[in-house]
């Protein structure tokens, strides 16, 4: 078996999603808490591990529908070049070895974080058998993904998570997620090939109304969130409404992206590439990092 499809297979570049296991232990003032931060450095790596491990299982049942796709028919079992049965083995190894990592390092919430992790293996599954395909459905539970998160770096380091980091998470997630279905419609007019069995459930002119909708809300929402007494007070400053700035200009390049320039097929490759999603990312960050920490 190939290193270099065995990587491919694991998709360890999606692992940058698992980052908002932090997002807790950042926004609580405690990131340089070397306990703490071990702790979200056990659930991160845990969670990525379960997270191939899906990956793994979503081509293995993709399989066929893959060798169609354009882009996806070069993935390691698609392509040949990785077995069936050994991504199978894969799986199982990623799946024990994150329950593995969480039972020796866990800590005191160990038996919590797995069942978290475990359920959101279930999740996953009935998501590659059966969820994805049904519109809206598909995002919703994609974007469920993303609560689950931070629910495990809020549990991993025994941190309070407010209403608003819960529903910025699903929102943000909701519109990448919507962004990505955007893109598969259009390649599925452009080529034939419907990438997902519910493509046809969507199409331009709906998904450009709901990603409208999504990212008005998540801005208003975001403004509504800086500007909110109880966050004012905790974090003991009264600018942190200057960290919309870098939210609304992020929110507007990743439109950008998926309207002008049809890009918006993968949310993490754009994390990795775009510098101009890069720069608001860093921004909005060292914002926090003056706020909270000096």
Same mark, same amino acid.
């Given at each position: 078996?190939?290193?270099?499809?065995?990587?491919?297979?694991?998709?360890?570049?999606?692992?940058?999603?698992?980052?908002?296991?932090?997002?807790?232990?950042?926004?609580?003032?405690?990131?340089?808490?070397?306990?703490?931060?071990?702790?979200?450095?056990?659930?991160?790596?845990?969670?990525?591990?379960?997270?191939?491990?899906?990956?793994?299982?979503?081509?293995?049942?993709?399989?066929?529908?893959?060798?169609?796709?354009?882009?996806?028919?070069?993935?390691?079992?698609?392509?040949?070049?990785?077995?069936?049965?050994?991504?199978?083995?894969?799986?199982?190894?990623?799946?024990?070895?994150?329950?593995?990592?969480?039972?020796?390092?866990?800590?005191?919430?160990?038996?919590?974080?797995?069942?978290?992790?475990?359920?959101?293996?279930?999740?996953?599954?009935?998501?590659?058998?059966? #969820? /994805?395909?049904?519109? *809206?459905?598909?995002? $919703?539970?994609?974007? +469920?993904?993303?609560? @689950?998160? =931070?629910?495990?770096?809020?549990?991993?380091?025994?941190?309070?998570?407010?209403?608003?980091?819960?529903?910025?998470?699903?929102?943000?997630?909701?519109?990448?997620?919507?962004?990505?279905?955007?893109?598969?419609?259009?390649?599925?007019?452009?080529?034939?090939?419907?990438?997902?069995?519910?493509?046809?459930?969507?199409?331009?002119?709906?998904?450009?109304?709901?990603?409208?909708?999504?990212?008005?809300?998540?801005?208003?929402?975001?403004?509504?969130?800086?500007?909110?007494?109880?966050?004012?007070?905790?974090?003991?400053?009264?600018?942190?409404?200057?960290?919309?700035?870098?939210?609304?200009?992020?929110?507007?390049?990743?439109?950008?992206?998926?309207?002008?320039?049809?890009?918006?097929?993968?949310?993490?490759?754009?994390? #990795? /590439?775009?510098?101009? *999603?890069?720069?608001? $990312?860093?921004?909005? +960050?060292?914002?926090? @990092?003056? =706020?909270?920490?000096?």
């Amino acid at each position: 078996m190939p290193f270099k499809s065995l990587i491919q297979l694991l998709r360890p570049e999606q692992w940058a999603k698992n980052l908002f296991i932090f997002l807790p232990l950042f926004f609580s003032g405690q990131l340089l808490n070397v306990n703490l931060l071990l702790q979200c450095f056990v659930a991160f790596f845990a969670f990525s591990f379960m997270a191939s491990s899906i990956y793994c299982f979503n081509d293995i049942y993709d399989v066929e529908a893959d060798r169609q796709h354009p882009k996806k028919c070069k993935r390691p079992i698609a392509s040949g070049k990785i077995s069936v049965i050994t991504a199978y083995a894969v799986m199982t190894v990623c799946f024990a070895l994150s329950l593995s990592i969480l039972f020796l390092f866990g800590g005191a919430e160990k038996f919590s974080l797995m069942g978290l992790i475990v359920f959101y293996f279930v999740l996953n599954v009935a998501y590659c058998v059966k #969820l /994805k395909r049904y519109a *809206i459905v598909d995002v $919703i539970v994609i974007s +469920i993904g993303f609560v @689950l998160r =931070i629910l495990v770096g809020g549990t991993a380091t025994g941190i309070w998570l407010s209403e608003w980091i819960i529903i910025m998470t699903f929102l943000l997630a909701l519109f990448l997620a919507f962004a990505k279905r955007r893109d598969d419609v259009v390649l599925y007019q452009n080529t034939g090939v419907s990438p997902r069995k519910n493509t046809n459930r969507y199409n331009l002119d709906f998904m450009n109304q709901v990603m409208t909708v999504v990212s008005t809300v998540t801005v208003i929402a975001y403004i509504m969130y800086t500007l909110s007494p109880d966050v004012i007070e905790r974090f003991h400053s009264r600018n942190i409404y200057i960290t919309a700035i870098f939210v609304l200009v992020g929110i507007i390049r990743y439109l950008q992206i998926t309207i002008v320039d049809l890009k918006s097929g993968s949310p993490t490759t754009i994390l #990795l /590439k775009d510098r101009f *999603i890069q720069f608001c $990312i860093a921004g909005w +960050i060292v914002s926090f @990092l003056i =706020i909270i920490y000096l």
